[in-house]
């Protein structure tokens, strides 16, 4: 039996950046982590699998699991539910392995409150321009909500600051191994040069200032 103990470590970023395929990534390169499986009420998209993908549950459902306690972090996002139980993270964590939640901003903020060994990892599109094209490629939604995704992208833009580190997926194999040696560095506790490689500011610096913030001037600040 191993003496190890893991740690959470949470992907979190816009809709439209990668961040499920960034993860499904990592999770298959890296034999010391394991994938959280988030539940959520929202539908079903095409080739998901329920308990792999996500667990698909009804509104009362998820209510009844948020009543109960059940829930390490929990949000609404885009009018849908999601939220991390404590069972999905406790057991791979008890036997040596590390533990991705790829979950939203709101959901990052509890856990951060709820889990000092957490590391928490922001993905960041080039650029906003590349965000919209991403959205609207999918044709999964509307011109209308992809308008609103990106509203609601530059909203959850200001919460960077509360990151160890913001990552920019411009090229997929190149974002992996970024998250890759995060990963390794913060096993080995050798994290000072990669903090700054990957520090937020700078990160979110190479958007353009329209694209930063709502208002337009990007913020650096930590969000509690």
């Known amino acids: 039996m191993t003496s190890r103990v ?24 890296d034999p010391m982590i394991e994938f959280s499986v988030s539940h959520t009420t929202r539908p079903r998209r095409s080739g998901e699998r329920n308990g792999v993908d996500y667990h698909f549950v009804s509104p009362e459902e998820f209510d009844e699991e ?39 901003v709101q959901g990052a903020r509890q856990v951060r409150e709820r889990r000092a060994d957490a590391r928490f990892v922001f993905l960041l599109p080039p650029s906003f321009e590349t965000l919209r094209a991403r959205l609207s490629g999918r044709g999964t939604d509307t011109a209308e909500q992809v308008d609103r995704r990106l509203e609601l992208a530059r909203r959850e833009l200001e919460a960077v600051g509360a990151f160890d580190y913001a990552v920019v ?47 337009g001037t990007g913020s650096r600040e930590r969000v509690p």
């Open 6 to 29: 893991g740690f959470p470590v949470v992907v979190a970023a816009p809709s439209g950046t990668g961040k499920t395929t960034v993860c499904r990534q990592v999770v298959s390169r």
């Open 66 to 104: 948020v009543a109960s306690g059940g829930f390490l972090e929990w949000a609404i996002y885009n009018d849908h539910r999601y939220g991390t139980s404590w069972r999905a993270i406790e057991a791979p964590l008890a036997r040596g392995s590390d533990v991705l939640l790829e979950i939203e």
């Open 169 to 215: 997926n411009d090229d997929l194999e190149a974002c992996v191994q970024d998250v890759l040696e995060i990963l390794e560095a913060e096993r080995r506790g050798e994290t000072r040069a990669l903090r700054e490689r990957f520090d937020p500011g700078t990160a979110t610096a190479r958007l353009t200032p329209g694209d930063r913030t709502p208002g």
